[in-house]
């Protein structure tokens, strides 16, 4: 299985609205919705953002949303905060596996 | 809230094996409704789902690993465990213990744990 693909940065100025891409095949994006988003910063381990394509955990800005056309899921960031700055995967089930995008780089400028 | 902390020896030799457990507080390892996972992100690289187990024992790997990987559940201990056959320097990474909601994609995630493999 390929990892999905992500773009390999973002970037936006604080208040502007960045989206990132996250494609991959009839098999694994396109089949399932089953699609989540994690944040993560140096050192540390991923948060959860987005989990089945749409839905936001408790404590998750509304800012975060995510969306699906497709074998392409797509998460956009409202409203862009310097916090953002981050590394961004998508991951979406594949059967009887996950597979993780390649990772999105998100910069504020 | 489930905690979930990994443990195991920071380094291994080549070709030697592999072995972490990943210890479950608030919550329940017996649990029906959850899968535990094993996740690695090699240093300045991306992630990659390594396998899960649910309580049974009822195993799922990824297949570019299926063949190295073992993973099992202590319920007794409420902990699960990683073992990977044969390491080469590709298996340096951060180790990271998950579990995962079955019937949706919401994952909680350990802290992790560096291994590398060096002689």
């Known amino acids: 299985q390929s990892a999905l693909a992500q773009p390999r940065s973002v970037s936006g100025s604080p208040g502007q609205s960045v989206t990132i891409s996250c494609s991959g095949t009839?098999?694994?994006?396109?089949?399932?919705?089953?699609v989540s988003w994690y944040q993560q910063h140096p050192g540390t381990a991923p948060k959860l953002l987005i989990y089945?394509?749409?839905q936001r955990p408790s404590g998750v800005p509304d800012r975060f949303s995510g969306s699906k056309s497709g074998n392409t899921a797509s998460l956009t960031i409202s409203g862009l905060q310097a916090e953002d700055e981050g590394d961004y995967y998508c991951?979406?089930?594949?059967?009887?596996?996950?597979?993780f995008g390649t990772g999105t780089t998100v910069t504020v400028l | 809230q489930v905690q979930l902390q990994e443990s195991g020896p920071g380094l291994v030799k080549p070709s030697e094996t592999l072995s972490l457990t990943c210890i479950v507080s608030?919550?329940?390892?017996?649990?029906?409704?959850?899968?535990w996972a094993w996740i690695r992100q090699p240093p300045g690289k991306g992630l990659e789902w390594i396998g899960s187990?649910?309580?049974?024992?009822?195993?799922y790997y990824n297949p570019s690993l299926r063949g190295r990987v073992t993973l099992s559940v202590d319920t007794s201990k409420n902990q699960l465990s990683l073992r990977v056959m044969s390491v080469t320097a590709t298996d340096s990474a951060v180790y990271f213990c998950?579990?995962?909601?079955?019937?949706?994609?919401?994952?909680?995630w350990g802290q992790g744990t560096l291994v590398t493999v060096s002689s």
């Open positions: 608030g919550g329940s390892i017996s649990s029906r409704s959850h899968f």
């Open positions: 089945d394509v749409t």
């Open positions: 187990i649910n309580y049974s024992g009822r195993t």
């Open positions: 998950s579990r995962e909601d079955e019937g949706s994609s919401r994952r909680d």
């Open positions: 009839s098999s694994d994006v396109g089949k399932y919705e089953y």
């Open positions: 991951c979406s089930h594949a059967g009887i596996s996950y597979v």
